[in-house]
């Protein structure tokens, strides 16, 4: 979510003039930033939160493999379990 709104102010800012008076809040202020400034600030973020979406879904990906492998031997220990106590009458 963070990571569109970074894009949208990019994108405003890269329409706005070098000469136009460009704010940022400061906790519950407004402060006034050079543009290049913030759009070096912006763009830094935008990287960190891309490389942190990398990351989530690197981690993503190993958890569901590893929910895979886990899910493989329950179904093995179940269905081996299901072998060896066979109903009366059926061997």
Known sequence: MELGETEKA???LAKAADSEDIYKFAGNLLVKVAKNDIVK???EKKEL???RKMVLAKQ???FRENLKDL???IDDAV???QTQVQ???DA
């Open 10 to 12: 990019l994108t405003e």
């Open 41 to 43: 600030e912006l763009t």
């Open 49 to 51: 939160e891309n490389t």
């Open 60 to 62: 993503e990906g190993r």
């Open 71 to 73: 899910q493989a031997k």
């Open 79 to 81: 269905k081996g379990k």
């Open 87 to 89: 109903p009366p009458g």
